[in-house]
Structures are given as C-alpha cells and as structure tokens.
C-alpha cells in the first residue's frame, strides 16, 4: 500500500511532499538507517533484505535509508555488515533501489567505516583508527592511519557513493556519530593527531569535509545526508558547540541535508525508573541547529510518539521527521499515520531488543515477529479449513492467535487467568514499564476485528481440548511455580512473583526477592516504591544479567536511589524457625530479619499437563511464556515460525 502525496489524512505536515536535493519526497516521513543483520557473511546484499525494505516503502515512508555499508572490508563493525567495497554489489543493490522506487520510496544508502569500534575478529585485519586509542567496547588497540592511508579512505567513501549512483540510489548518507570512524576524526576524545587531520576542530573535521568534497565533485546531483551525533562522552564525544559548528561545516562543504542523533548520552536523566522510554532521556537539540544551518534537518531518532512527530514538522523544528523503531514494529506505520489512523499503529514498547547486539546480531522485535520474515508470510499457503487451539494468553498466544487468523485458521484462545498478556501484562505494573500493556492491547483488538474467540479464565483439560478437534495446539504458558531447595523456606510466608503483581497481598515490611534476574529486580524496585525494606539476592554473580546493559545501569541505579541493597554471588542461604535469613556473601555471612520471601524466576518453562495431547492431536508445540523481553522475543519468532511451517504442512 502506498500514500499519494498530499493524501494527508490526520497528519497536515507530514503528509506534504518536501523537496530534498534534485528529488521530490512523497511525504516527509523517514526511515533511518538501522542494522538489520540480515546481510550475508560475504557483505551481499540479501533476498531477506529487500522484503524487509520492500514492506516499508509498500507502508508509504517518503525517504528510506538503507542500513550503514561499509566501504572496506577491514571497516565492517559486524560480521554481517553490508559492503560497497567492490561492484559485485552493485547488483543487488540495484535490485533493491528498482523495487522500492517502484513503490514511490526516495532511496539513500548509508556508508560507513567502524575504525576501531571492531576487531580482527570480524575483520580478519588490524582496526585503524585516527590515534592508537583502544575502543572501550573491543579492548583492540587500533593501528594510527598513515597519511596515505587517511587520504585513500577518503577516495574509498567517494568510490562506494558512485557505487550507489551506479545502483539507482538517490543519494548517500555519511555515518559521522555513533563512534564509528568519521566520528573518531571529529571527536577530541580519540582523535590526538599533531598534524593536519588532528587538533583543532578545523583540522578534525577535515576529514568528512574532503569526503563531502569528493562526492559532490564527482556527483553533483547526489542527494548527501550527514548523519551527525554527540557520540559518547569521553570516548568519541562532541560537545554541542562542537556538533553545531561541524553541521555548518557540512552544509557548506556541500551537505544536501543533516540527520541529527541525539543518544541519551547528551543530556542527564529526567527520571529515576529503571527502564526508561527514549522520550524521558532525551531532549530535542535540532531546534538549535535550525538556527545554525538552511540546508534540511533530518530528526527524531528513536521517535515513537506519533503526535509528537507532526508536532516537530509543524512547528518547523525539522523538515523531515525520522521514525525508526515505530516503523520496524509496523511497516505501514506511514500509510496509517497520514490517513489519521494513529490509533491503528502498532505499537513500539522500549524493550531495547532490536538494540541488544552482538548477543542478538539479527534485528528482531516482539513486537513484530513478522521483521526479517517478511517472505515467510507472504508466501505461507492460507489455513482455510484449520483449527487452531491456543492455551495462553501470553505475548506469544496472542501473536498466534492473530498471525494464525489473518492467515485463514478458526483460532481460539484458553486463558485460565484474569488478564490478556499474562507476564507482559503483569510486567506493564512495574514503574517504568506501563507501556508494555500497549502491544497486549492492540493484539486483543485485532484478536475481536479477527474474529477470533478468547475464553478468559477458563483453563480447559487435556481431554476437553480433544472434543475441539484441532488440526494443531500451541501451549504458550508457563507451568506452576516450582518449589525451592531453600533450606527453611516454610519458616516464613512465601508469595510468587505473579500473585505479588496481580493482587494487594499482605507481606509485612521485610521482603526478600530470591533471584536477582531481570524478573527480581524489577519486583524489588515495585516493591521499594510501595515502602516495603526491600533486599534483592542473587546467586549470580551479576544482577539483571538477561537484559539490555544500559537499561541495567539505569535500573540498578534506581535501586541503589530507593534506598534496596542488593547483594549478587550468594550461597549457602538458610532461613531459621524466627524468620532470620542467613546467607554467606563475600567472606561473610548476611543476617536479615524477613517478613516475607519471594522467590522469583522458579517457574517450569512451559505448562506440562497438556504433554497427554502428543500423538493424539496432528500436531503439538510447547512454547511457553517469558518475563524477560528478549527471551520473550524468542518463543514469539519460535511460535510464529512454528505456524508458518505449519501452513505449508497441514
């Protein structure tokens, strides 16, 4: 589906047609250049690719730009980086440029060099980098770059832009934040060079200058955005003097547009949740380049408020409003956002997993399982006929439940507790976390426009299960809690985190969380915020281990504001008969009175009672329910994959 220009719907601004360069845009909606992953080991660009492209420029994004490609080889910051080092790429890449032109999409493709935010690992040769200054986050000590060597990086960039030209991309974007090698240059912090591309800032932005130089030279009618960042203070960091005075650099060198990344770096924090949204850590700085530079400004970033998106058009705070994470949740964000279906959006919850690499180093979101597996559902033959039963109403059920409708099944879902969502839905009670109710929300009503029908407390046995018939039964829920080996657990009143979330019980004042998992953490910080004397133990040697490690500092952070020790690398824990806890912890013992134990993260992964259906029903799958979002993330792929394999089977 693609939005004609001026088709402006709900969104007046937005919905304009903007003029970039020698091209008109259908709209002034972006789409940044995000890593998907999704390239092959060899820098090609791949089949998997382009659907993923091709689904958002269907969803009428005015501008799409292509995920950072590395102009060398020795420059790649991940093994699945794309390369424009050599036209064999330019194949494909044509290829992708073909297609969503076709759509109505104007089309950049951002280059990159990591410098030293990489290793040999990846590359199989040294990092290079402006100063011999290891990159916090690789440990590899860089190899200086040689003048000669700067001056062919240089002609490097410019080859890979009329690689691009070659290939029918509108224009390139040159990676100048995030750490990676321009940004090196730029930044004080780890560029310590003495000669002519070190010192001053006249020196230090010399290097994108003679980049910008080069293409506009050899490519006047290139379209060439600059992606500029505060990077990271004390590491590759600008001050904001320093970033205004490089975007009027840029923009007289020849920049056609800047694109501004923030990071939440840039400013302190306004708030003391643990996980908090990027709208509550950042704060707009494009305003202040408006009055630096006339060239375009690009902004917003990780932007997931939809109304604060026409906010920034309309006031004039930027010409073109970049909305990333929103849009890998739903493709056709665009279409729905300019037609003033907003409330139709599928929503973005900050769970940060789509930004977990190298652990995960393929973009993925639970939020949209269908990401990167476009192909997949496109070509799944229709379920008409099929009979599908669900047990759970956990993230992973509902996704089921929705994907399995829209392609032809009769559907319906058993959830023997009160609520949609089970542990997203209790998670969305922890401060910091409410809008994780939003993706249950819009789930339930696409469930009723779906027509699929949900029992709500209603936990069906095995054998009422088979008087349905089904063709296939998915078991998205936990099982019960398990018991623990705590020596003198029965010495004290002991509550499950989940009947802690879902109802008022009474504790006392003393409370202990055993297991210091995301789970764990996220309880003691709920329960410090209702007054209770909160201590969080872990056998682990790291608290919160399973979750994003920013999202961790914060939340430990928050810990330590509201007054909750946490204690990690415990054993030997032990309750006597008067409700003390002993526990050895670095060499010492720890003596707590408690009122109350919760014992967190004790759950059977997946619901056993139905295993009686195996071999009684075509087919079977156990998938389970998770707390934490990344290994949420994995049952809902793991479910959903599971039912398009299934759609070519039954």
Known sequence: MTTEPGKTGGASKLGQPFALGPKTLRNRIVYPALATGYGSPEGFLTERCVSYYLDRARGGMGLIIIEPVAIAAEGRPTAHTLLFDDDKHIGMHGRLTEILHAEGATVLVQLVHAGRKTSSRITGASPVAPSPVADPDFGEMPLELAPEHVEALIQAFVAAAMRAKE?????????????????????????????????????????????IDGMRAAAPELIISVRLGPGRPGLSGLTLDEMLMIGAHAATDGATCLNVAL???MLPRTDSVPLASPQQVKQPVEPVLRGVVTVPIIGGGSLTDL??????????????????????????????????????????????????????????????????????????????????????????????????ADLGYTVEIYEPGPILGNLLALRSR?????????????????????????????????????????DAVFVCRVGENQNSDIQGLSNVHVLDPLTVLSSESSMGDKVVLLGGGLMGAEIAYYLAKRNKQVTLIEERTRVASDTHPELRQHMLAALREMDCPVYAGVHGISINVYGELTAQYENRTL????????????????????????????????????????????????????????????
């Open 167 to 211: 290939a029918r991309y509108d224009g390139v974007e040159i990676l100048a934040s995030a750490g990676f090698l321009v940004n090196q240059f730029l930044s004080a912090d780890s560029n310590r060079r003495t000669d002519e591309w070190g010192g001053s800032l006249e020196n230090r932005v010399r290097f994108l200058s003679r980049i």
């Open 263 to 265: 990071g939440a770096d």
């Open 307 to 404: 109304a604060k998106a026409e906010a920034m058009a309309s006031e004039g705070k930027v010409d073109l409003v970049a909305i990333g994470r929103a849009a890998l949740v739903d493709p056709q964000l665009a279409a729905k956002l300019l037609a003033g279906k907003v409330a139709d959006v599928r929503p973005c919850i900050h769970c940060n997993v789509c930004l977990t690499r190298p652990q995960h180093p393929l973009m993925i979101c639970p939020a949209n399982p269908m990401a990167g597996r476009e192909q997949l559902f496109w070509l799944a033959r229709r379920g008409g006929g099929r009979h599908l039963v669900v047990l759970g109403a956990g993230l992973a059920g509902l996704w089921t439940a929705v994907i399995a």
């Open 430 to 470: 922890i401060p910091g976390q409410t809008e994780n109710y939003r993706i249950v929300d819009y789930l339930s009503r696409e469930l009723h426009t779906l027509g699929v029908k949900v029992y709500m407390r209603r936990r069906i046995a095995p054998r009422d299960v088979l008087d349905r018939r089904p």
């Open 591 to 650: 003596r707590l009175l408690v009122d109350t134990v919760i014992v967190t993260g004790n759950y059977e992964r997946c619901d056993p009672e139905y295993r009686d259906l195996e071999g009684k029903v075509r087919e079977v799958r156990f998938i389970g329910d998770a707390w934490e979002t990344t290994e949420l993330t994995r049952l809902v792929y793991d479910a959903t994959g599971a039912l398009v394999d299934l759609a070519d089977r039954l």
